[in-house]
């Protein structure tokens, strides 16, 4: 059943995940604590996804998806809270030209890109044209919803003609085409879902939940769940 096996299946009981997926949840709750406004979480939380992505490189993951704002957090937010996610992102985006050529990072931007005005759009696709050779790779999660991802996937595939889909065909079209899966989805702030977060491609990710808050997470639990992760036995459906 060679193409039933999800991509990124080849990892067994003892190796370290190759793609780890992060839904970094919990800032506003993290700045109420301090009884700042929300957007203080958001700041420091930018702060921690920068120092975790550092991490996790050095040592040797070779994928990382973060999931920083959603399309229900777009609709839903207030345009304060959201302009300043949408600032910190335009933060991140420059760090990241000035840093490309000297880091071996591939980034990616996955989501609706239609809430950017043209020159950030331009920005974020030159970045994806200059470092797509990079092996070691980062996936952005803004603007994304599961369930939106999947609606333009059809819509691309019946644009195209096809009357009839593959599982093949349906992976081609989302926008983490190419990537494979996450092994271990972790979700920061204590909520045990997934809020349409890569839907199609966490149907054999590993889930892991903390309670940490985001803003306060740390490279050693990074390390306590790379190594729960190893102890983890993936099956895949099948038998022992
Ligand atoms: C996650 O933190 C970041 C985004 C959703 C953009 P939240 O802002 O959801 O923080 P909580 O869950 O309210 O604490
Ligand atoms: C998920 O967190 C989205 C991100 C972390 C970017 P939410 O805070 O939006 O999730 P819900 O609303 O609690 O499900
Ligand atoms: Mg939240």
Redesign the pocket.
């Known amino acids: 059943m060679e193409q039933n096996k999800p991509n990124g299946a080849e990892c067994s009981v003892g190796s370290a995940p190759r793609h780890i997926a992060f ?6 709750r993290w700045a109420k604590k301090r009884g700042m406004p929300r957007e203080y979480g958001h700041v420091q939380g930018a702060k921690v996804f920068r120092r975790i992505i550092e991490y996790c490189g050095d040592i040797g993951i070779e994928i990382v998806t973060v ?4 399309t ?2 777009y609709a839903k937010r207030p345009k304060k809270e959201i302009d300043t996610i949408l600032t910190l992102f335009e933060e991140y985006l420059t760090d990241a030209e000035r840093d490309a050529p000297s880091r071996d990072l591939r980034v990616c931007f996955i989501g609706d890109r239609s809430i950017f005005a043209p020159d950030i759009r331009e920005r974020m696709a030159a970045l994806e044209r200059a470092t797509m050779s990079r092996k070691k790779r980062l996936n952005v ?1 803004i603007n ?1 919803g599961g369930r939106a991802e999947l609606v333009a996937a059809f819509n691309k595939l019946i644009a195209s003609g096809k009357t009839n889909v593959t599982e093949a065909d349906i992976e081609a079209a989302l926008y983490t085409a190419g990537c494979p899966d996450p092994d271990i989805i972790v ?1 920061t ?1 204590a ?1 045990m ?1 997934l ?3 890569l839907l199609w491609q966490s149907a054999y990710s590993e889930l892991y939940f903390t309670d940490t808050l ?1 803003p306060d997470f740390t490279e050693s639990e990074v390390d306590k769940i790379i190594a729960d992760f190893k102890g983890r036995k993936r099956r895949y459906g099948a038998a022992e």
């Open positions: 839904i970094m949840d919990g800032n506003g999931y920083a704002l959603s229900e957090n999660a994304y979700r702030g909520e879902r809020s349409n977060f985001w």
